[in-house]
């Protein structure tokens, strides 16, 4: 059942939470072993639906009453491991909740469990972690996307309808993309990272997965608003999020010429034909813009994550932050904590970011990667003078097998190619399942202006109704 459905008959006496939760875990517990979604599941999640059912029963109207939910193991629960999938975080139980998990549980929700990702959210494929890789519900050969394909996984495989991830250069609508959910990145400010283990912290944000346009602005809305322990949240109202396909009538789509080129598969290119002719009969125009510096924003956006995370990732020294290795003297210990305590994808940014940052490379490297950072979002903004959103692939093609791309870093960094500029910009972006190639589910891009993030699900409700949510579907694990 989808979570509005869900919270509509909690709140109105029809279903008890406990048994919702109930069948949840009954669920990840018949099922999970195949696709590996969860590091964890809460143990304090029945007793969590009960006070949910309390407070129903003692007149609460709760927004996601008893709904399930998925969180990404980045995101810190007080009393419930968090680990990032490192070695280095292994048995570490957090003294408070990351301020979007609070909000999650004063609507109502229950946190289910914590899932799967990539390595401290570094990865495109969620094969970087400690604890294994997880599966794509669609087809376990192959990968659920990451670094928050746990998260995917775990509403594409009928978990959960709701979903925690964050997003530092696509690790939520890419991971949606190749798993048939709708993911969603807000406006850099609008959810508080307070609480968000940091990995490039100009560039990450909290994200929501769903299987409905409805689902997702539903969490989305809970989730947004001013944070005052996080310095970089925004003040600006929260945003409807009507998810009205009435609004999106009339409204003006930029074609990017330049993510339309060589490197998408026949499939995404049908998807994007199919998307346009369906809406272009509702009133919905569509134009080709240029943004020419994008052709640099997978080298910037390599360039600044990674100078970032090796700013971040210091605190993990055995001392201060992280499980400590023994040693002889104090550079023994740095040295052999760090050693067994990172995996190899995390110590390949590390290493990068140092050199990027290192005296005498600084300017020729991060110095030009904030430079073309600048120069992409003043051609974005240039671009929504003239459309209100733009439309590209959220990835050139459907998901790739396991292991298909370990060998070679470069090869898997492009999963990311129609991703990052949009997190280089700071911009609300929207990935929805819009048609499949071989059996696999394909998505299509939405970017907004900032702020705009209304228009975006205004377009997906639109694309849904047009479609009667033809590629809204559960994987078929069953």
Request: glycine content about 10%.
């Amino acid at each position: 059942m989808d979570a509005v459905s869900l919270a509509r008959q909690v709140n109105d006496g029809k279903l008890d939470p406990r048994d919702v939760v109930h069948d949840s875990l009954a669920r990840i517990q018949r099922l999970d072993s195949r696709v590996r979604a969860f590091l964890r599941t809460n143990p304090q999640a029945e007793s969590e639906a009960e006070r949910v059912g309390r407070r129903v029963q003692e007149g609460g109207s709760l927004p996601l009453a008893g709904v399930p939910v998925a969180v990404k193991d980045n995101l810190v629960t007080r009393g419930l491991e968090t680990t990032c999938a490192s070695a280095i975080l292994e048995g570490f139980l957090p003294p408070y909740d990351a301020t979007v998990i609070s909000r999650l549980r004063a609507a109502g929700a229950v946190i289910i469990g914590k899932t799967n990702l990539d390595e401290f959210a570094m990865g495109s494929s969620t094969e970087y972690s400690h604890y294994g890789a997880t599966r794509n519900p669609w087809d376990l050969d192959r990968v659920p996307g990451g670094s928050s394909g746990g998260s995917a996984a775990a509403v594409a495989a009928g978990f959960v309808p709701v979903a925690l991830g964050s997003d530092t250069g696509g690790s939520v609508r890419q991971p949606a993309a190749f798993t048939g959910t709708l993911g969603f990145k807000p406006t850099y400010g609008r959810i508080s990272r307070y609480g968000l283990v940091a990995f490039a912290s100009s560039l990450d944000q909290v994200g929501t997965f769903a299987r409905s346009t409805a689902d997702l602005a539903l969490i989305s809305r809970v989730l947004m608003g001013h944070d005052p322990a996080d310095a970089t949240s925004l003040q600006e109202a929260v945003p409807e999020l009507a998810a009205d396909p009435v609004s999106a009538r009339g409204l003006k789509i930029g074609l990017v010429r330049e993510t339309l080129s060589e490197g998408n598969s026949d499939g995404v290119l049908d998807a994007i034909d199919r998307f346009r002719k369906l809406l272009e009969t509702e009133g919905v125009r569509f134009v080709e813009v240029s943004l020419p510096s994008l052709r640099y924003a997978l080298a910037a956006y390599y360039l600044v994550a990674t100078a970032e995370a090796s700013s971040n990732l210091a605190r993990y020294d055995g001392v201060h932050y992280g499980k400590r290795e023994a040693a002889g003297d104090v550079g023994g210990l740095l040295q052999q904590t760090r050693e067994k305590g990172f995996g190899p994808e995390v110590k390949r940014r590390i290493l990068m970011g140092t050199f990027a940052l290192s005296s005498g490379y600084y300017d020729a490297y991060y110095g030009r990667a904030l430079r073309a950072r600048r120069r992409l979002a003043l051609e974005f903004a240039q671009a929504f003078a003239e459309v209100d959103l733009l439309l590209t692939p959220t990835t050139p093609t459907p998901a790739f097998p396991l292991a298909s791309r370990l060998a070679d870093p470069m090869e898997m960094y492009l999963s990311d190619v129609d991703t990052v500029a949009v997190n280089l910009a700071g911009l609300p972006a929207l990935s929805l399942p819009a048609g499949f190639e071989a059996g696999l589910p394909l998505g299509l891009q939405l970017i907004a202006p900032a702020l705009m993030e209304d228009r975006l699900f205004d377009i997906a409700a639109l694309f849904e109704e047009v479609t009667e949510g033809a590629y809204l579907q559960l994987a078929p694990l069953d």
